[in-house]
């Protein structure tokens, strides 16, 4: 089973394997998700990543945006999962519920992370 790379701090990553700078800079500096980066990178790394981890995302499923401007993210995991973020507006600002679990304990009913009860807590 493979390991989200975005779990790994930067002084993790250099402890297991060479090339922790390019892949810093390519997968959060560039914010790319494609593995162009990893053609300068040792064969043992190359291995290591192809292994060992995933670069893999949430995915937007659905934007729902209502009258007053609350707009929800219902995001779906690699495990099939989803969870929702949303922003509020309020007060010329937003404030953001973001989701640090599968299923949610407060049971808010404007939220879907909040009626599915809870399943388990997120990953970096």
């Known amino acids: 089973m493979s390991v989200s790379f975005y779990q790994y701090s930067y002084e993790e990553l250099e402890g297991l394997c060479d090339g922790a700078s390019l892949l810093f800079n390519w997968h959060y500096k560039k914010n790319q998700r494609a593995a162009c980066a990893h053609h300068n990178l040792s064969k043992k790394t190359k291995s290591f990543l192809n292994e060992c981890v ?71």
């Open 54 to 124: 995933n670069f893999t995302l949430p995915e937007i499923s659905t934007v729902q945006q209502s009258p007053d401007k609350t707009v929800k993210f219902l995001m779906q995991l690699s495990d099939g999962l989803k969870v929702e973020t949303v922003l509020i507006p309020f007060q010329e600002k937003y404030t953001i519920c973001l989701s640090s679990q599968v299923g949610c304990a407060m049971n808010c009913t404007f939220c879907y992370t909040g009626t599915q009860g809870f399943t388990r807590h997120l990953a970096t």
